[in-house]
């Protein structure tokens, strides 16, 4: 029978296209995620561990605005530059429904603050 992931811990991007976003994953223990972190990735901290999955799901509220546009540029960008606007509609509307779900409607800043940082970079919509 698998083991129970009753541990959570919310980690926050540090560096690149998705810093300052906040994420959070269950292992079964500290001790699993200490083995973990041996070879995690090097551009995550831990912002939080052993938490409640509400407040993980909280502290994962609290990215701010402006990292959750970048993020939806990044997955909209191909190797070319160019940003797909049906990829980045898709992108912002998975975050705004997610904010909504937790009663915190985000959508019209989360627009206002990708059309800045898309006019900001020069970026190209295709």
């Known amino acids: 029978m698998p083991q129970k992931l009753n541990y959570p811990v919310v980690f926050e991007y540090t560096k690149g296209s998705y ?3 906040r994420f959070w994953r269950s292992f079964t223990n500290k001790e699993d995620l200490e083995e973990w972190l ?3 990735p090097k551009n995550e901290k831990i912002i939080a561990q052993g938490v409640t999955e ?3 799901i909280n502290l994962c509220a609290n ?4 990292a959750r546009a970048a993020s939806c540029i990044a997955e909209a960008t191909d190797g070319e530059g160019n940003v797909h606007r049906d990829t980045l509609q ?3 509307t998975n975050i705004a ?5 937790i009663g915190r409607d985000i959508t019209e800043e989360l627009l206002v603050n990708v059309e800045l940082l898309l ?4 970026k190209r919509m295709v």
Not at 63 to 66: L, P, R
Not at 97 to 101: M, T
């Open 19 to 21: 810093k300052g976003v």
């Open 38 to 40: 041996k070879d995690a």
């Open 54 to 56: 509400e407040m993980a």
């Open 63 to 66: 990215t701010s605005v402006a």
């Open 90 to 92: 898709l992108q912002m």
């Open 97 to 101: 429904v997610a904010s909504k779900h």
């Open 119 to 122: 006019l900001a970079a020069g």
